[in-house]
Every structure is written in structure tokens, then in C-alpha cells.
């Protein structure tokens, strides 16, 4: 319940037998929503909550990503997969950090992409064009910064390891299906 005080003209404090110049809690006027102030939440309502959603989804995919954090120029965090007192101080730091970044840039130039990197996490930090304290979007990804990624194994390679356990390759076989059939072998095998 939203109070406040207000005089409302009627009988003074002393007339109502309360001290002079006291006031009583009315209940306020509803409060406007504020206005949007990104275009792109006015033009198109809905369509950024998808758009968040799927960079979200898409980034969450990728092997090695620890959490994703989505955020106004302010701090405000719009979307994350971090518990959400972590991403609030992540949020803070990032836009200091890429207020900083930007702040070094040369004139005519942009800042796209600042990688900071911890011993928990490797930061992605990125921002609109028109990010500032007032406006824009930036977005930060946590990676694991202990991430070891594999060779990628070549089709000559799978064939081998395919005869070497004795398995048919079927003819005309892509990577993926070879390597589809391989794991699955690995897996009956127990290996």
C-alpha cells in the first residue's frame, strides 16, 4: 500500500483535535509506468525478450560457458543464467570496466569486445554503440578459463580408429556419422 502525507485542505490539525500542522497518510496517486527508453522495446514489444532469450539460449550452448548476464547502461540486469546477487555485482563491474575501456579508445573508434580474465572466469564483456551510463546494452559471459579444447578429429582419423575396433564403415559416411557410430561403439565397449 503506497502512502503518503498530504494536506488535502480540509480541517486544519487543531480542528480535527490533532496538534496543529500535522498531517494524516492519504493514499498516493497511482504511479505512471515510466516511459521506455530504448526504441527497440517500444517498436517492437516482445521481440527483445525473444532476442534475449535466444543469444542466451545460443551462448549457453557453447561448451565451456559458465553463465551469461544481460544488462542496461545503468547495471540493471535484464537477463542472466547467474544466481541473481552474482549477477547484479557482475553487472556493476562490467559497466565499470567497459566505461573505462571505452573511455580509452581512441576518437573515431569503438570498443566491441574486453576480455578480463580471473582465476575463476574468463569475461566477455561487449556493449552497444551507444552504451553509456543513461542508455545501450552490454552483455558479459563467463567462460571457464581452465578449458582444454580437443583436436578436432579428421574423417581419415575416425575411419582408422573405426577398422582398428573392427567396425564396418559404411560407404559415403560423413564426420558426424562416423563419429556418431564410433562413440556409440566406445560406449558398448565401455571404453
Known amino acids: 500500500n503506497d502512502c503518503s502525507f498530504m494536506d488535502d485542505g480540509g480541517p486544519s490539525g487543531s480542528e480535527r483535535g490533532v496538534g496543529a500542522g500535522d498531517e494524516y497518510l492519504q493514499p498516493a496517486a497511482p504511479k505512471q509506468p515510466a516511459p521506455a527508453r530504448y526504441a527497440d522495446q517500444v517498436d517492437r514489444p516482445g ?15 557453447v561448451h565451456g560457458v559458465l553463465g551469461t548476464v544481460i544488462f542496461r547502461g ?30 580509452s579508445v581512441a576518437q573515431g573508434d569503438s570498443l566491441h569486445q574486453l576480455v578480463i580474465r580471473t582465476k575463476r572466469y574468463e569475461m566477455t564483456l561487449s556493449c552497444s554503440d551507444g552504451f553509456s551510463g543513461s542508455s545501450g546494452f552490454g552483455m558479459a559471459v563467463l567462460q571457464d578459463p581452465n578449458l582444454v579444447v ?4 579428421g574423417i581419415r582419423d575416425l575411419v582408422s580408429k573405426m577398422r582398428k575396433l573392427g567396425l564396418e564403415v559404411p560407404q559415403g559416411a560423413d564426420r558426424a556419422w562416423l563419429l ?3 562413440e556409440g561403439e566406445m560406449m558398448r565397449r565401455g571404453m
Do not use: C, I, N, W
Not at 552474482?86 to 553487472?91: G, S
Not at 580437443?150 to 578429429?153: G, P, Q, S
Open 150 to 153: 580437443e583436436k578436432k578429429v
Open 47 to 61: 521481440q527483445t525478450e525473444k532476442a534475449m532469450d535466444d543469444t542466451v539460449g545460443r551462448l549457453q550452448a
Open 74 to 103: 545503468d547495471g540493471t540486469v535484464l537477463k542472466t543464467t547467474l544466481e541473481p546477487a552474482e549477477a547484479v555485482k557482475l553487472a556493476a563491474g562490467a559497466v565499470q570496466a567497459l566505461g573505462r575501456a571505452r573511455s
Open 180 to 182: 556418431e557410430l564410433l
